[in-house]
């Protein structure tokens, strides 16, 4: 019988890396998919809203009105979003502390990345004053 040596800590970590990145791969693809979910969704709330603020300037205009600054605002969004045709767009004027104001609306769905992430849609709203008090 042949006589071995004591292992050392070397030896006992032989292989480990193999085990490690089996076990560490999977999470930070999660974590990355998430940044990624996330950035997406910031990306398409602030490129909405940019969208629906200028649907309502366009709309509060004197020689305009809400409903041609909806339709603004849904060629801006068609245009610059992708897969934005199921978007709804709703225009109106209401008061903010007694001034007059051309209110405008987005809703849509985010886009999802894999099984995770917001299932439900976003509203964004912008507002501009009426030029026509």
Known sequence: MTHRPPATAVDR???????EFALLAGLVSVILLAAAQLALALHLHNTATAH???????GARADSSPALGAARARQLLEQSLPGAG???VTAGRS????????QVSASLALPVFGPFGPADRMTVTGQAYAEDQ
Do not use: D, F, K, L
Request: net charge negative.
């Open 13 to 19: 970590e032989r292989g480990a890396a193999v085990s």
């Open 52 to 58: 629906v603020i200028e649907g309502a300037r366009h």
């Open 86 to 88: 199921g978007v709804t």
């Open 95 to 102: 008061s903010v502390a007694g001034v007059e104001v051309v």
